[in-house]
């Protein structure tokens, strides 16, 4: 029983990720498909910022440099060559090369750097790219971006839906997978007490490289999808909102958790979309940006774990309450 | 026998105090050394000396003949020197047997696996249960660290220490903050591993009395310095030593 218990998350996830994905073909709301659409997206940027903020305990502020490092890829790769899938395949490649060496480099910055001067470096870096996005206008055309044309394959909104759904469950139980390994352990073993890991006989740097570079390409990954799913990429995907929108969902969901992303993903973009549709009833809820201010501030206030970290705690205590039932009867048999 | 440890005029100065001063010892291997020393005599700084995480300011530390002066706490761990901290130093988030057994994974060498999930080595948390029974903590195994009363905490970083299968065992006031009836099951712990015999111990320790008996030599520090070194008879014996501890006016 168990054991059962211990994949009982995954088997719901499974279940979850089957009803979407026989959501298209049975109710058709092409604008229910974008916002899911993109809820996935933000999924895997969230875990990815999950896993260096919750599993390691390194707090990063410029996350969003990835997430736009992929998105220039893919946009510059289709503008300048064909938009079809080998092309598309040398973007995803390049996203990667690219990601994995920044991250690799901001990683190593860990050495010296801790928690909020580390935070505010990677802000500043972040910065820098948004800069030279905007400046290196051969490249990117500037601060109005520029449109492009996706491969065939991706024009269709239900494949491009699949795509990401897929992308959201692999991300998931890799993952799932990687904070579960000897070397996921080790991660939160570090964000625990960083000075106890390195003396029970592990480099912590090369684990919070790891960990950055594997948090680092994710992004990259989402980045790509974003920007495919719009089709359009400009400066913004480099802005500070990117990275405030994954560390909102983070919390919201749950830190340290991989569920909490997701369903901090899905509450943000579903909130986003339905206070912009109150907008036309009044006229406040146009900066629905303050909401989500108010319900930051109380769900730090009251719910620190987030959802997830909550809904554990609860399921915890509930479990430790029966447990000394359990001897006792032991005890009296 | 072989000598395991070795400082020669192991020094570290901060600001204008000097905390230990030119401090040259020998440990031979299978040793069972005690420090003992009035507050602030600079014993815990020793010990940060000998596991890397003070460098000196002069002076060099040996391990099996190597100079390891300049190592990190972790490449201290992996050549052989584990320690146990005085303010406990658990995992506080993670449960009672995941503290072990990082321990006991480390000790494995397995450090850079991501692609298996960590119950493909079972025989970890096996093994860490088997350290837990030693240190009387295999019940609270299923516990956040966090949880622990005191003592417990402390014989969870014994735990820790002992999993790692160092040679050498640094132990900092192991009974430090416990209460008087948790001292004896420490104790215990402490004779079980010496008298297994293969492991080369120094322990910190206040309570005079509890570790005379165990000890192989007994070295005193005052004020940074090296006042005495020699078997449990001869410090008790010694007259430096006793106005130092007594009397406190040593100068």
Known sequence: MNKFADKRPAIIFLLFILLLFLLPFVYESRNLLILLTQIFIFSIFAMSYDLLIGFTGIVSFGHAMYFGLGSYSIGIFMKRFEPDMTYFLWAVLTTIALTAIVSFIVGLLTLRLKSHFYAMLTMSLAGLFLVLAEKWRTLTFGNDGFTFRVPELFIDRTNFYLLCLIGMAAVFFGLRRFVNSPLGRVLQAIRENEQRTASLGFQVLHYKIAASVVSGVLAGIAGILYAISLRYVNTSVFSMDITLDALLMTIIGGVGTLAGPIIGAGIIEFAHDWLTGLAKEHWIFERWIIFFGIIYILVVMFFPQGIVGTLRKIAWKRKKKSYPVKSEQKAAG | ?251
């Open chain 2, 1 to 251: 026998m072989a000598t395991l440890i070795e400082t020669n005029d192991l020094s570290i100065t901060f600001g204008g105090h000097t905390a230990v001063d030119s401090v040259s010892i020998s440990v031979p291997e299978k040793h069972f050394k005690s420090i003992i020393g009035p507050n602030g005599a600079g014993k815990t700084t020793f010990f940060n000396l000998l596991s890397g995480q003070l460098a000196p300011t002069k002076g060099k530390v040996f391990y099996r003949g190597n100079d390891i002066t300049h190592f990190s706490p972790t490449k201290r761990t992996r050549e052989g020197i584990g320690r146990s901290f005085q303010i406990t130093n658990v995992f506080p988030n993670l449960t009672v047997l995941e503290n072990v057994r990082l321990a006991v994974q480390s000790q494995a060498g397995i450090r850079y696996q991501m692609l298996f999930h960590y119950k493909k080595y079972r025989h970890f948390e096996e093994k860490a249960i088997d350290w837990l029974r030693l240190v009387l903590l295999d019940e609270k195994k299923d516990s956040l660290a966090s949880n622990l009363a005191h003592g417990e905490k402390r014989k969870l970083e014994i735990a820790m220490l002992l999993a790692l299968e160092t040679e050498v065992l640094l132990l900092d006031e192991p009974t430090a903050g416990m209460s008087l009836e948790e001292v004896p099951a420490i104790l215990e712990v402490i004779k079980r591993i010496k008298n297994q015999g293969n492991r080369t111990i120094i322990l910190i320790e206040h309570k005079m009395d509890m570790i005379l008996d165990l000890s192989d030599s007994v070295m005193v520090l005052f004020n940074g310095r090296l006042l005495a070194d020699g078997s449990p008879e001869e410090i008790m014996k010694n007259e430096t030593v006793q106005s130092a501890y007594l009397g406190g006016h040593y100068e």
